[in-house]
């Protein structure tokens, strides 16, 4: 256990300690015993906030993706013109994986079949769907959502460069944001005023 005691709220704590060590050895792997060292709690401590370690990797998972939706919603309105909004969409997006390219495993080793896991993860991807689906609906491109559908699936296989390459640096971020916005922009050229 660690020497210092736990400042502040233990739930935060516990999602923080959980976050780092799900990322790292994936949900299987990972200890309830584990995270309440690294959270500098008593095991039974956690279990007064969560019940078990699939409620924790759900909690975990839910900060996690709303931190995800308020990024994406400050870019959004930050900016004005939808070249910038789109572009704001794949800085998001691959940025939240380039910071998280030591914590893979939170994405890879993910526990399978939870029903509560699913239920959230589907909610979570139709919130940012809408939210890409409603930038271009705002510039009057037709197919607003198939053509969502696919710029989140070029940025989901951008990521997984970052993902899985170690070699893998900010430079190549930056190329591959500036790639998939131009790449997206020009391909719609035809049905947006930019």
């Given at each position: 256990m660690r020497l210092s005691t736990v400042q502040g709220d233990k739930s935060e704590a516990i999602l923080d300690a959980a976050y780092g060590i799900f990322g790292s050895k994936g949900f299987y792997e990972t200890k309830m015993s584990d995270i309440a060292d690294e959270a500098g709690i008593a095991k039974g401590t956690i279990y007064l906030y969560f019940k078990n370690k699939e409620q924790l990797f759900v909690a975990?998972?839910?900060?996690?993706?709303?931190?995800?939706?308020?990024?994406?919603?400050?870019?959004?309105?930050?900016?004005?013109?939808?070249?910038?909004?789109?572009g704001a969409i794949a800085k998001t997006h691959l940025t939240y994986y380039y910071e998280r390219r030591n914590h893979t495993k939170m994405f890879f080793m993910a526990p399978n079949n939870d029903p509560d896991l699913m239920k959230f993860m589907k909610a979570f991807m139709n919130e940012y769907m809408s939210m890409v689906r409603e930038v271009l609906e705002?510039?009057?491109?037709?197919?607003?959502?198939?053509?969502?559908?696919?710029?989140?699936?070029?940025?989901?296989?951008?990521?997984?460069?970052?993902?899985?390459?170690?070699?893998?640096?900010?430079?190549?971020?930056?190329?591959?944001?500036?790639?998939?916005?131009?790449?997206?922009?020009?391909?719609?050229?035809?049905?947006?005023?930019?």
């Amino acid at each position: 256990m660690r020497l210092s005691t736990v400042q502040g709220d233990k739930s935060e704590a516990i999602l923080d300690a959980a976050y780092g060590i799900f990322g790292s050895k994936g949900f299987y792997e990972t200890k309830m015993s584990d995270i309440a060292d690294e959270a500098g709690i008593a095991k039974g401590t956690i279990y007064l906030y969560f019940k078990n370690k699939e409620q924790l990797f759900v909690a975990v998972s839910k900060r996690d993706c709303d931190n995800f939706i308020s990024r994406l919603d400050y870019a959004l309105n930050s900016h004005q013109s939808t070249g910038d909004k789109l572009g704001a969409i794949a800085k998001t997006h691959l940025t939240y994986y380039y910071e998280r390219r030591n914590h893979t495993k939170m994405f890879f080793m993910a526990p399978n079949n939870d029903p509560d896991l699913m239920k959230f993860m589907k909610a979570f991807m139709n919130e940012y769907m809408s939210m890409v689906r409603e930038v271009l609906e705002n510039a009057g491109v037709p197919e607003p959502v198939l053509l969502a559908e696919a710029y989140i699936g070029i940025l989901d296989r951008l990521k997984m460069d970052i993902m899985l390459n170690p070699e893998f640096n900010e430079e190549h971020l930056n190329k591959r944001i500036t790639f998939a916005a131009a790449l997206f922009l020009d391909g719609c050229r035809s049905f947006l005023q930019v």
